[in-house]
């Protein structure tokens, strides 16, 4: 039974990458860019929010700090381009690196606290390097780092005129982040997170280094993380502290999670596909006052979400899937009732 | 000038503690962080304002009506949010909270306008004690004693009064409580409720002094969450000391290192109390 959900599930990733491939094709989708850009954020959150889950779904530890990875990449890749003037891919390289050392020095002390200690814990984190980054000279403080104009292609990973290869890059990352969580899921590895996430004392009684297991999510994770500041930073060709390392920007990587279903596969591509057309399509028609309605509008459905769904979409589609279950037995037993 | 100093922090660690002692209340019972805590805040101050601005009231009367403001606010929050999430990981609540701040805050935002704004001519509108070369402003004075003692009286609510018995031992085991008669549903309703009449006091007494803008509450509520997860689960003696605490080394910080690393001082010396009492001063 679990085999044969599994190559469902196998089939379904396949079908689902190829139509992603396929989406730029769509002559609607072509000729608009904001329909893009949309697309490509989805593919970024979802991307940035399966990092999370990873630590966040999977291993159970609610981390509200993946910001700090997530502005350590953007950084890694700005300083490069902006202060040395070469292409990102180093700095990307250095970032991502940093990101996990950094993540590993964070999170050794931390995961002594447990439930609502880490995650105000995580807050704390979140708020020091945001203060840090916003008056560290060398990395230009509250200024941030603007893009030079540059030349275009891959080598620089810099577009100005077409949002396609962003679109294609974005769906590069997608692929790799997700590919490694269903790796992980199906691996030894990924049974050990799930034994911690469920019962950390029983885990270790049964043999598993439960803190190493945190520890090496948190670092897979913030490694992960990275890459997506890095690729935000090569999109949007300007990064300063307050865009990449807040709460409300780490809020939004849990949010999405959370909101598809948290610890599952697809949770994080259902998340964004809903939370980032809905930010983007508020933001563009109700924005432009500068009168926050556009946000009020956002919280208002965020707070619906949750009061309507609090097990995400995740849940909503497990439900129907039992019921649907429930309903072919019953059909077999009266079947095997009539013979 | 150091006890100069010394002495602000702590006045403003006793705001910082009836602030923290509403959340550390919904906390220790519900298990819920209230993300919004600051935006109730924020509301209560822009009450107050109005208050003096457009009938003259001041805010040692219009903290009444802040208070009875946010009490309400409590108490809708928990009738049409928190009871729904509740069933669900206990994320969802603080995600739901998450929300309402968002929406709260940009409501003011909207309605207000993003100016700062602050009251002016009250009572006790730049009058001040001299204590040999330490300067009292009385405002700051005023409202933080005022906060000392709303602190105390909750305490003595929860220790001594039967209601505080019952939202202890709902706190504790709510299927117990329930077994014993306890209408627990109630009860949350209560605690959301006190939680926002804390806020709300505190608010109203602030625009003496403060100025209120729609962004004022988001430190407020990230101090209170430190103020509580450094206090310990649920215990308000822990939030006052740790709220005393942290007022102290904000004014420190600024004072001789420099006013930019305050906040990397306060959340810096929260973790390192966090790493040696992983569960907070007060907390087992």
Redesign the interface.
């Given at each position: 039974m679990i085999k044969e959900d599994r190559k469902k599930q196998d089939l379904f990733w396949y079908v689902l990458v190829a139509i992603l491939i396929l989406i730029p094709f769509i002559p609607r989708v072509a000729a608009n860019s904001f329909t893009q850009h949309v697309f490509i954020l989805i593919l970024l959150y979802a991307s940035m929010s399966q990092a999370w889950n990873i630590i966040g779904g999977y291993c159970g530890q609610v981390s509200f700090g993946h910001s700090v990875f997530f502005g350590i990449g953007a950084y890694g890749a700005g300083m490069a381009i902006v202060k040395y003037g070469i292409v990102p891919w180093p700095g990307i390289v250095i970032g991502s690196l940093i990101a996990t050392v950094v993540a590993v020095a964070i999170s050794y002390p931390c995961f002594k606290l447990k439930g609502h200690y880490f995650a105000i814990a995580t807050f704390a984190i979140v708020e020091i390097f945001n203060r840090l980054f916003m008056v560290w000279y060398w990395l230009n403080g509250a200024l941030g780092l603007d893009y030079p104009m540059l030349k275009v292609g891959w080598k620089n990973f810099v577009w100005y005129k077409t949002k396609i290869p962003y679109y294609y890059g974005a769906l590069i990352l997608f692929v790799i982040i997700f590919g490694i969580v269903r790796f992980i899921e199906r691996n030894r590895f990924g049974y050990y997170l799930k034994a911690v996430r469920e019962d950390q004392e029983t885990a270790e009684a049964v043999g598993i280094n439960s803190a190493f297991i945190k520890l090496a999510a948190m670092a897979l994770s913030a490694f992960l993380a990275s890459f997506c500041g890095a690729f935000f930073v090569q999109y949007n060709f300007r990064v300063e502290p307050p865009m990449v390392m807040s709460l409300h920007v780490s809020m939004l990587f849990v949010l999405v999670t959370i909101l598809g279903g948290v610890g599952t596969f697809f949770g994080p591509l259902l998340g964004a596909m809903i939370l980032i057309p809905l930010q983007e399509y508020t933001r563009v028609y109700w924005g432009g006052l500068g009168s926050g309605v556009d946000l009020i509008l956002f919280g208002f459905l965020i707070i619906l979400i949750m009061v309507r769904q609090p097990k995400g979409i995740m849940g909503l589609i497990n439900e129907f899937q039992n019921y649907r279950n429930r309903k072919r037995r019953r059909i077999i037993s009266t079947e095997a009732e009539i013979n | 000038m150091f006890f100069q100093i010394a002495i602000d922090g702590l006045l403003t660690g006793m705001v910082y503690a009836l602030v923290a002692s509403g959340l550390s209340l919904i906390?220790g019972v519900m298990?819920v962080?209230n993300f919004a805590h600051g935006e109730f805040l924020m509301l209560g101050m822009y009450v107050s304002y109005w208050l003096g601005f457009l009938m003259n009231l001041d805010p040692l009367i219009s903290w009444i009506a802040s208070g009875v403001f946010c009490f309400l606010l409590g108490v809708l929050t928990y009738k049409?949010?928190i009871q729904?999430?509740l069933?669900?990981?206990?994320?969802?609540?603080?995600?739901?909270t998450?929300?309402?701040?968002?929406?709260?805050?940009?409501?003011a935002?909207?309605r207000f306008s993003p100016n700062f704004r602050i009251l002016t001519g009250t009572l006790l509108d730049g009058k001040r004690i001299f204590l040999g070369n330490i300067v009292l402003p009385l405002p700051q004075l005023i409202t933080s004693i005022f906060a000392l003692v709303v602190v105390f009286i909750i305490y003595y609510i929860i220790k001594r009064t039967r209601l505080g018995w019952a939202i202890q031992a709902t706190a504790m085991d709510k299927s117990a409580a329930e077994l014993m008669g306890i209408n627990t549903e109630k009860i949350f309703l209560l605690v959301f409720g006190l939680g926002g009449l804390c806020v709300g006091i505190a608010g109203g007494l602030l625009p003496s002094y403060l100025a209120v803008h729609p962004e004022v509450g988001g430190l407020f509520s990230?101090i209170a969450?430190?103020c509580?997860?450094m206090g310990g689960f649920g215990s308000i003696p822990g939030a006052l000391l740790a709220a005393l605490l942290i007022g102290l080394v904000e004014a420190l910080s600024g004072f001789y290192i420099a006013p930019?690393?305050k906040?990397?001082a306060v959340?810096?010396l929260?973790?390192l109390i966090?790493?040696v009492r992983?569960?907070?001063l007060f907390g087992w």
């Open positions: - | 906390w298990d962080l049409l949010i729904h999430t069933s669900g990981p206990s994320l969802s609540a603080l995600l739901a998450f929300g309402l701040s968002m929406m709260l805050k940009n409501i935002l909207n990230l969450f430190v509580v997860a930019v690393f906040y990397v959340f810096g929260y973790l966090v790493m992983p569960k907070g």
